[in-house]
């Protein structure tokens, strides 16, 4: 790279164009033809502090800033989309232009300097939050004129370290800063806090009301959280030492860890670094076993934030104290507090074996808990996760897929399957598909009408998988049979399965291909479907279009 950059700067002083105009009488040279790759596309000018966009066209920064200011947020030569964020500094397109400058010195060209670096939303934020805390403090003035004068120094480097620092409100800290100097007759500070604040004009209506003697308390910049703050919260401290008795400052803590939390992305993924998981989930079966009751749903609000956990955290949650917690939320809470409990569920029992050690009576209650959600549904996000839940539960054990058909959940899911969308199709299909595993499962399908219809009529109309689910649970229903009144009922599934069409479905599967094992199932259920070929088929070509052959 070096010897490139190099070899770039010695093309451009050898290929450096003449004067184009020079004075009469005179010796230097009036004008200076630019090289065109050093011009900025917007201005024509020479670039001072070159970026280069996504679309690799560089500018210089004052006018592609100039002209994103306006609102056209797209770049002027290619027009594809362009934010503020996709500049990047193009050091080296700078240091061959300093170069040219040094070579045509004589020419009257001087030298570009080297901009500095722009302030950061978190840099400005850093300097407001010393504003703040020296301002209201006595016998800091000293501190706060310090911190001031940097704040006036880096807005007047450029016009973009002046918009960052108005976007994250330095006027209303600056104005606030102000009013308590001035109430503490702090005089000798007041004329560099009042040159900082005119360079943030026009103030917005608070930092005005602010100067009008509207509001006493300095506002506080937030300023993203760091690993040590958040690894030295109250909550871990107290959750680490097992403190019981507790449980109101518990609460006050993750209630702290929420609001931070929720108040950026960046801010959540260093609380979720730190292992908040395992701290929040450690929390909450302490607090469970203690009978704390009153502060669960905000800790499991605090914990649903940091979702997906990792698999320490979904054990503790599995244990039984958390399980129960957890059953009694979404049976009682609020509504907030039962979405959160059924989130907190399926992080816990779709980790392989992370609730083997809960007893079958738990087990019962936490199916009881998500068939309640499933047959009355209170936010579409619940359901679904109730539904994921359910699946993981189901397909673990065969019991338990008993457990969760005798409740009544099949007819449920297959009228659901009506005029559900391809997200809740896709999941209603897997528990269906895992309930049918079991006897009861198998005999409530049987008897339902629309079990062979609705199975049937999924079949590439919303996805692959859920294609896949339906042949699945078809051959569940078509070839489980250990009695005489189990295999009537299963050769009444195959005859209507042939009236509405499942004959030619099952032959254009082949055809277009999908996995061995359903492709295992789907021969297997043409095979007894042929049994009774004779009787009267059906097709809806609508279910046909758009197919495509796989490769």
């Given amino acids: 790279m070096a010897l490139l950059a190099r070899r770039a700067r010695k093309a451009v002083m050898a290929k450096a164009p003449a004067p184009l105009l020079q004075k009469r009488g005179g010796g230097a040279a009036a004008e200076l033809a630019i090289p065109a790759h050093f011009r900025c596309p917007i201005s024509l000018d020479l670039m001072r502090d070159p970026v280069t966009a ?28 362009l934010r503020h964020e996709d500049l990047v500094p193009n050091h ?18 001087e030298r570009i300097p080297t901009p500095k670096i722009p302030v950061t939303p978190v840099q400005a934020s850093e300097l407001l939050f010393d504003v703040a805390e020296s301002a209201a403090r006595r016998g800091a003035a000293g501190r706060a004129a310090g911190a001031v004068a940097r704040v006036r120094a880096l807005a007047r480097d450029s016009e973009r370290n002046r918009r960052c620092f108005v976007s994250v409100g330095t006027g209303r800290v600056l104005a606030a800063a102000f009013e308590s100097l001035a109430a503490a007759g702090e005089a000798g500070v007041l004329e560099d ?13 608070e930092a005005a009301r602010m100067g009008r003697g509207g509001v006493e308390r300095i506002p506080m910049p937030k300023i993203p959280s760091t690993p040590v703050q958040a690894s030295d919260s109250e909550l871990l401290t107290a959750v680490r030492r097992r403190r019981v008795g507790a449980a109101e400052r518990a609460a006050g803590a993750v209630a702290r860890v929420r609001a931070l939390a929720r108040d950026s992305e960046r801010n959540r993924r260093c609380f ?3 292992g908040t998981g395992r701290v929040l989930a450690a929390a909450f079966e302490s607090l469970a076993a203690a009978g704390e009751a009153g502060v669960l749903e905000d800790v499991l609000a605090a914990l ?4 997906p956990l990792d698999e320490e955290a979904a054990r503790v949650l599995a244990s039984s104290s958390s399980m129960g917690s957890l059953v009694a939320i979404a049976k009682h809470g609020s509504l907030a507090g039962r979405l959160n409990a059924v989130l907190a569920i399926k992080e816990a029992v779709s980790r392989d074996g992370a609730f083997v050690d809960l007893a079958d009576d738990m087990v019962d209650e936490v199916v009881d808990a998500l068939v309640v959600i499933i047959k009355a549904p209170i936010c579409p996000q619940a359901t679904k ?10 397909s673990s054990d065969e019991r338990v897929a008993a457990r969760v058909a005798s409740t009544g959940l099949v007819p449920t899911l297959i009228e659901a399957l009506v ?24 005999a409530s399908a049987r008897g339902h009408a629309l079990a062979m219809p609705a199975l049937v009529k999924k079949m590439f109309r919303v996805s692959d998988v859920a294609t896949e689910l339906a042949v699945s649970a078809m051959w569940r229903l078509g070839c489980k049979a250990s009695s005489g009144d ?7 599934c195959l005859v209507e399965a042939l009236r509405v069409g499942a004959f030619q479905k099952l032959l254009l599967l082949l055809q277009v291909g999908c996995r061995d094992a359903t492709k295992e199932k789907a021969t297997e259920l043409l095979k007894m479907l042929n049994k009774h070929k004779g009787l009267g088929e059906c097709v809806d070509a609508v279910d046909f279009r758009g197919l495509n052959r796989l490769s």
Avoid: F
């Fill in 54 to 81: 996504p679309t690799g066209i560089t500018y210089d920064r004052e006018g592609i800033e100039a002209w994103l200011d306006t609102g056209r947020a797209v770049c002027p030569v290619t027009h594809a989309p």
């Fill in 92 to 109: 080296a397109i700078r240091r061959v232009i300093q170069d040219w400058c040094v070579a045509n010195r004589s020419r009257g060209v």
């Fill in 193 to 205: 806090v009042l040159a900082a604040l005119v360079c943030m004009m026009p103030l917005d209506e």
């Fill in 272 to 274: 979720v670094s730190v």
């Fill in 304 to 307: 649903v934030c940091m979702m």
């Fill in 385 to 394: 996760a109730a539904m994921v839940a359910t699946y993981h539960l189901a």
């Fill in 419 to 442: 005029d559900a969308d391809k997200s809740v199709s896709e999941k209603a299909l897997a528990v269906l598909d895992a309930m049918l595993a079991s006897e009861e499962g198998r």
């Fill in 486 to 492: 189990e295999e009537a009922a299963a050769t009444g």
